[in-house]
């Protein structure tokens, strides 16, 4: 059973928004670490920011000011609200959820951010 699903991804033009979800189930979502990557074409998998269980965020240099991130324990959700997006933003978002404590690690499948005009 895959723990993690996101949502929200799509096609935007440059400068435009997208909000991305991720929906965590079978997992106590208030005890980990979540945070977004993405995977760009040819490119490996980055960090484009994490959310500790405490919310302190941290961001990759290339998105600081223009992407938050931000988690609801309450619904087991993480968002990353994405603005002033540009064609190097394009790639496959995963959402992670990291417990150290454990070791736990999980992955959702991903979905496609495409910035174009």
């Known amino acids: 059973q895959v723990p993690l699903v996101e949502s929200g991804g799509g096609l935007v033009q440059p400068g435009g928004s997208l909000r991305l979800s991720c929906a965590a189930s079978?997992?106590?979502?208030?005890?980990?670490?979540m945070g977004w990557y993405r995977q760009g074409p040819g490119k490996q998998r980055v960090l484009v920011a994490t959310i500790s269980s405490d919310e302190r965020p941290n961001y990759a240099d290339s998105v600081k000011g223009r992407f938050t991130i931000s988690r609801d324990n309450a619904r087991n959700m993480v968002f990353l609200q994405m603005n002033s997006l540009k064609p190097e933003d394009t790639a496959v978002y995963y959402c992670?959820?990291?417990?150290?404590?454990?070791?736990?690690?999980?992955w959702g499948q991903g979905t496609q951010v495409t910035v174009s005009s």
């Open positions: 992670n959820a990291h417990r150290s404590y454990s070791g736990a690690d999980y």
């Open positions: 079978g997992i106590v979502f208030r005890l980990y670490s």
